[in-house]
């Protein structure tokens, strides 16, 4: 197996690989190393590495397979951690200078899941600064360029995480998403990216008090997305609002859809959406048919309020988190981040409750189609990727020719973290004309996280992605 399929192994099959003694951790680690090598001075995905500690972690899970002691589900498994989750002693900066000298605490609760589970952290990943923005650069660290075309951006906030695993940097990442910021780059990377429903996954306070706020997995495959979801879930002390009880979703899929009834919306009622993208997204709902799924395409009543509803949600909250710190330190910020911040300043109590009124609304439009069918499938985003440097205040932003807010009226996603019980994954769904990759959203009912998945899973069988030397990145420029 040569170093490059080696980083573009799977993590199920690298962990039957460390099973049967034909691959070790540290053989993985080494030519993940080595493609760090080759690739991130290009791509800028990583904002730390502690390569000799993960090496020490690599020997140690090694000698747990020569001795059969291990059970761990993610044991000897390379994990990219985001930038803003805490990782105990290492400088956690969520991307903004304001925090560049802060060193965490302790782990996040998903950081201490994933190595309760034996996941190696050998890296961080870049973000947008203070998660603002749907896109990932700050003043800290330049964007992360798209794998498949570095002059497109990487999508945010978790775009250093999808960046490597197309890059094949990493075998697994997490990530954390508000607006989509799992689902956004998982898209224009062409990876699988998963935001559970509330409370699956514990979240750190005091952010686990927004339901707006999801901690998620990201990898190449859904199995490979299921196996991390399965060890990010389940209650923890930590979060007064995580479930109780961990339900396990399966590693194999059926290729077939035999018996679902999967509704569709191109543009959710409202969203200007790219042709190449609609183009992608009837490929893949034609997949679907050949599969057996009965398609029916609905028509949401949703408008451009649901967009208000949720900057007004997030201005209460996150936007006020950030406003505290402009006084202070605004010269230190970026342009967006400040922007983000200040919309805190003039809401009023009555547009908070409005937008609680619009959730409710949305909810009672998608609850009739959800009660027949067995999922939603929409595109990610409205275009496959923006521009390398976009400005999410870019006055003159336009699609298909069209005026559209360059912060988050290119999303299709955050619609379903105001919806936040709501199961997502990102799936691919072809390529765009410039070489970055599409992808569709599986949205499945309250808390059914084995239909989004089985659904995506038939799919991916059905059409394999990244599994061929001749359908991963060719980063070169």
């Known amino acids: 197996m040569s170093n490059q399929d080696l980083c573009y192994l799977s993590a199920n099959e690298a962990l039957q690989h ?29 904002t ?42 290492k400088p956690t900066s969520a991307g903004s200078k304001v925090f560049s000298e802060g060193v965490a605490g302790g782990d996040a609760l998903p950081v201490q899941l994933i190595r309760a589970a034996g996941g190696i952290i050998h890296s961080r ?44 940097t990493t075998t697994l990442a997490n990530g954390s998403d508000y607006c989509g910021s799992i689902r956004i780059p998982a898209s224009s990377c062409g990876v699988v990216g998963y935001k559970p429903p509330r409370g699956r996954n514990p979240v750190s306070p005091f952010f686990n008090l927004d339901w707006y706020d999801h901690d998620g997995p990201l990898a190449r495959t859904v199995a490979d997305c299921a196996l991390l979801q399965n060890a990010m879930s389940g ?50 709902l034609a997949l679907l048919k050949e599969l057996g799924a009965e398609l029916i395409e609905v028509n949401l009543d949703w408008t451009e309020q649901c967009l208000q509803a949720f900057r007004d949600h ?37 547009a908070f409750m409005d937008s609680l009124a619009q959730e409710a609304n949305m909810w009672q439009q998608l609850s009739p189609i959800l009660e027949r069918c067995d999922a939603l499938i929409c595109p990610t985003l409205a275009v496959p990727a ?8 870019d006055p003159d932003f ?68 990244l599994s061929n030397a001749d359908q991963r990145p060719n980063f070169s420029k």
Not at 386 to 393: E, F, K, R
Request: glycine content about 10%; overall charge negative; hydrophobic content about 40%.
């Open 18 to 46: 460390f099973k049967n003694r034909t691959l070790s951790p540290v053989e993985l680690l080494q030519a993940l190393i080595q493609q760090h090598s080759l690739q991130e001075p290009k791509l800028g995905a990583f």
């Open 48 to 89: 730390q590495t502690y390569f000799d500690e993960a090496m020490d972690a690599a020997r140690a899970a090694e000698q747990r397979y020569v001795k059969g002691h291990t059970a761990s589900s993610l044991d000897g498994l390379c994990v990219a951690i985001k930038e803003d989750k805490g990782v105990a002693g």
């Open 125 to 168: 990943t870049n973000v947008c600064e203070m998660g603002t923005a749907a896109i990932t650069g700050s003043d800290m660290q330049g964007p992360t360029k798209n794998p498949w075309n570095p002059d497109y951006n990487s999508g945010g906030s978790s775009g250093g995480a999808a960046a490597s695993l197309a890059a094949g």
């Open 235 to 284: 209650q923890h002390p930590g979060d007064l609002f995580s479930l109780p009880g961990n339900p396990q979703l399966p590693l194999e899929y059926q290729q077939s859809l035999k018996g679902k009834t999967i509704a569709w919306s191109m543009d959710l009622g409202y969203v200007e959406v790219d042709p190449q993208v609609k183009a992608n997204t009837l490929e893949t």
């Open 314 to 350: 997030g201005a209460a909250i996150f936007g006020a988190w950030v406003a505290d710190y402009l006084p202070e330190h605004s010269s230190q910020m970026t342009d967006y981040a400040c922007a983000y911040g200040a919309t805190a300043k003039n809401l009023s109590a009555k």
């Open 386 to 393: 923006v521009a390398l440097n976009h400005s999410p205040l």
């Open 398 to 465: 336009r699609v298909n020719n069209k005026p559209v807010a360059a912060d988050f009226g290119w999303l299709l996603t955050y619609p379903f973290n105001m919806l936040s019980p709501l199961p997502v994954i990102n799936i691919p769904s072809g390529f765009a004309s410039s070489g970055v990759p599409t992808g569709i959203q599986i949205v499945g009912r309250p808390y059914d996280d084995l239909s989004v998945f089985s659904i995506a899973g038939a799919c991916e069988a059905a059409r394999p992605w």
